[in-house]
């Protein structure tokens, strides 16, 4: 049995197939790889919408119209992850909408309302469950929502899974945007999920491909980057709040493959701006990848002193771009409200992540 993990989908701008005609010519590669599979898996990122409003208070909001659903279903994706920070961004009456189109289309999702895909094809048995963590500053984390992310309740279905022999596949939104390097918290925590069963961390949200470690005889890919992803526009500006970079459309296609209920073995097959690559590309992804997978090895003091000139060098970088015109459009009720939302869910973060560590 072979499934393809990926990840990130935004089904709008040049991945919408209303407003790019050629989006079926332009995928064809990765069509083809995806039709060796038996069983294929993606992070959902937006919501599809009709007439609903934006909800909430967030400095981007996304969506996609109905119409892309069949996108997925030209991809051949089997399942979906509706686990992450902008299933919300429409509120309760688009994630109604959401999960009514794909059952209608016969795709499964997890990783909301405590749901699990349970799958078994040829003697081998699949749960995949998602969880979205409170660092990604979401909406919508309740039992009738998106699964938050909390350490006791991700072992517990693990255990759960695992006693019924099901090999686990954890799909988890987490992290800090952009950056090639997980969060320190976020290695330590899917390190102690390794000696609860053996698993594997299916890592999504970054927007930019991470490390990949085994630890235990689990395997951790922290972030598979942007599988399809345009540029992020607010009404606040007509230039994009962020612009796709070479980094952010570097991606990869988590290959695995099982036989008689065990995980025999994985690839890593490098994607650019969803295309399958050849040559260069595909040749500097995965130097790339093997960086970014050795820099995992480090002590910790290292790592994270490391991480945080490149965090700083980001951050820098998206200041120079600002200037006296751009705070004062944000100078509202909705930028104090994503103040208070961001401590409040640093609190939440603590609760249910730190203290375990």
């Known amino acids: 049995m072979k499934i393809a993990l990926l990840g990130d989908i935004a089904l709008y701008g040049k991945f919408s197939v209303m407003e790019n005609p050629n989006l079926y010519g332009f995928l064809s590669s990765i069509k083809k790889e995806l039709e060796t599979y038996d069983y294929v898996v993606l992070n959902l990122e937006t919501p599809f919408v009709n007439n609903q409003k934006p909800w909430g208070h967030k400095s981007a909001f996304i969506k996609s119209a109905p119409g892309n ?3 997925l279903k030209f991809l051949g994706v089997n399942s979906v992850c509706l686990a992450n920070n902008h299933m919300f961004d429409y509120g309760q009456s688009s994630f109604q909408y959401t999960k009514e189109l794909l059952d209608n289309y016969g795709i499964h999702y997890f990783g909301v309302e405590e749901r699990v895909d349970l799958v078994e094809i040829a003697g081998n048995k699949i749960a995949f469950s998602g969880y979205c963590c409170y660092s990604t500053n979401p909406q919508g984390l309740t039992k009738k929502g998106v699964n938050k992310l909390d350490y006791k309740d991700v072992e517990e279905i693990m255990i759960h899974n695992h006693n019924l022999g099901y090999n686990n596949i954890i799909s988890i939104h987490a992290g800090q945007e952009h950056v090639n390097y997980p969060n320190y918290d976020h290695i330590q925590f899917a390190r102690k999920l390794s000696s609860v069963c053996p698993y594997i961390y299916y890592g999504h949200h970054p927007h930019v491909l991470q490390g990949i470690e085994t630890v235990n005889n689990s395997l951790i890919a922290y972030s598979l980057g942007n599988f399809c992803f345009d540029d992020v526009y607010t009404s606040k500006s007509v230039s994009p709040l962020v612009k796709m970079s070479d980094n952010n ?13 065990t995980l025999i073995g994985y690839e890593i097959i490098p994607l650019f701006d969803s295309v399958v690559c050849e040559y260069d590309h595909k040749n500097k992804i995965s130097t790339d990848i093997k960086k970014y997978s050795e820099k995992l090895k480090e002590e910790k003091n290292e790592y994270v002193q490391y991480r945080q000139q490149l965090l700083n060098a980001y951050v ?29 869910n ?5 609760n249910s992540i730190i203290k375990y560590l």
């Open 249 to 261: 459309r570097s991606s990869a296609v988590l290959s695995l493959e099982y036989e008689d209920n």
């Open 69 to 71: 659903i069949e996108v």
């Open 316 to 344: 820098e970088g998206r200041k120079n771009n600002r200037n006296i015109k751009w705070y004062l459009k944000r100078m509202n009720y909705n930028s104090i409200r994503l103040i208070i939302n961001s401590y409040k």
């Open 346 to 350: 640093q609190k939440k973060y603590n």
